[in-house]
C-alpha cells in the first residue's frame, strides 16, 4: 500500500478487501451505526431530516473522533471527512466504495486521502496500513458468519511494563498461544476466563490475534498490544458478542478478563503498587 499523488495535491492510500454478502447487506455493516459497532468501534450515525451527516466513532474512554458525510450515495459510495490526528494538519478523507462481485461477494476498497503540498504528513496515510488488516478480517469474519445478527462489544485493557514484543509475547504464553498457527483449534488454559474457538488470524506486525468464538458464546475476539508515545505498552481485548445473549455475556465476562489482564502482567513502573 503505496500513496498515491494527483495533480490536485491528494495524497492517499487505499485498500480493498473481499468479504460476503450483498452490496445492502455490506452497506448495512460499513454505514450504519450497529452494524460498525459488530466488527470496528462503537458507532453512532446522526441524521438530519433523515439523512446520515456525521459519524462518531469511540476508541475508548475519552478517544471520540467525529466525521462528517461529505457524500452518500447507498449501498455503493460513503465519504466522511474528519480533522487530522495531529494538530495542525490537514482533514482527512475517508471513501468507502462497494461493488458486487459474482458469487454472493463485494469488494469493500477504503481510500484514506488528504490535501497537502508536502509530504509532511504521509505518516497520517501510513499509519492506516497498520491498524486495517485485523479490522478488515474481522469484517470479512462478521459478513460470513455473523451477519445482521445484533452485537454487544467487550473492552478491554491493560497498561504493562516491557516493550510491545515483550507484552505481545507474554500474553500469547498465558493464553496458550505461543506458536500457534490459522485454522488451530484453542481452549482456554487453566487460570484464563473460559473461551474457546478457532485462530483465524495471527501476525506481529502488528501485533494482532483474531478468535472465532463458540464459547462463552457466538462471536469474535481481538487481541492486541500497542505503545503510544509518552504512555505504556498497553494490552487490549475487543470481543464482540454476537445474539440476544451478547449483552449478557458482555456483563459477565468484562470484569473476569479484566481481574486476569491486571493479574497476569506486571504493571509499568509508574502504576505499581506504592507509586
Keep these: 500500500m503505496s500513496i498515491s499523488t494527483d495533480a490536485s495535491g491528494r495524497r492517499s492510500i487505499a485498500i480493498e478487501v473481499e468479504v460476503h454478502g450483498t452490496p445492502d447487506e455490506v452497506w448495512a455493516a460499513i454505514a450504519t451505526g450497529p452494524g460498525i459497532s ?20 469511540t476508541f475508548g474512554p475519552g478517544m471520540a473522533s467525529r466525521s462528517e458525510v461529505t457524500e452518500w450515495d447507498a449501498p455503493r459510495k460513503l465519504t466522511r471527512e474528519s480533522p487530522g490526528w495531529i494538530p495542525g494538519s490537514p482533514p482527512i478523507a475517508n471513501e468507502w466504495i462497494v461493488e458486487a462481485r459474482a458469487g454472493g461477494t463485494c469488494i469493500v476498497r477504503i481510500v484514506h486521502s488528504l490535501f497537502a503540498s508536502t509530504d509532511d504528513w504521509d505518516n ?30 467487550m473492552q478491554v485493557s491493560a497498561p504493562v511494563a516491557g516493550t510491545e514484543a515483550e507484552g505481545w509475547d507474554a500474553m500469547l504464553s498465558a493464553l496458550g498461544l505461543a506458536g ?10 487453566a487460570g484464563v476466563p473460559s473461551m474457546s474457538g478457532v485462530v483465524e488470524y495471527l501476525t506481529r506486525t502488528p ?5 472465532r468464538l463458540d464459547t462463552p458464546g457466538p462471536g469474535i475476539a481481538a487481541f492486541g498490544v500497542a505503545g503510544y508515545p509518552g504512555g505504556p505498552t498497553t494490552l487490549a481485548i475487543n470481543g464482540y458478542m454476537y445474539g440476544a445473549q451478547g449483552a449478557g455475556l458482555v456483563t459477565s465476562e468484562t470484569p473476569r478478563w479484566q481481574a486476569w489482564m491486571e493479574q497476569s502482567f506486571p504493571k509499568p513502573a509508574s502504576q505499581a503498587p506504592g507509586d
Design 38 to 57: 459488530s466488527w470496528f468501534m462503537p458507532a453512532v450515525v446522526e441524521e438530519r431530516d433523515g439523512a446520515p451527516v456525521a459519524f462518531t466513532l
Design 124 to 153: 497520517q496515510l501510513e499509519a492506516t496500513k497498520y491498524g486495517w488488516p485485523a479490522f478488515l478480517r474481522t469484517l470479512q469474519l462478521y459478513l460470513e458468519h455473523f451477519r445482521g445478527q445484533s452485537c454487544t462489544l
Design 180 to 189: 500457534a498457527s490459522v485454522g488451530q483449534r484453542w481452549t482456554a488454559p
Design 207 to 211: 501485533y494482532d490475534l483474531l478468535l
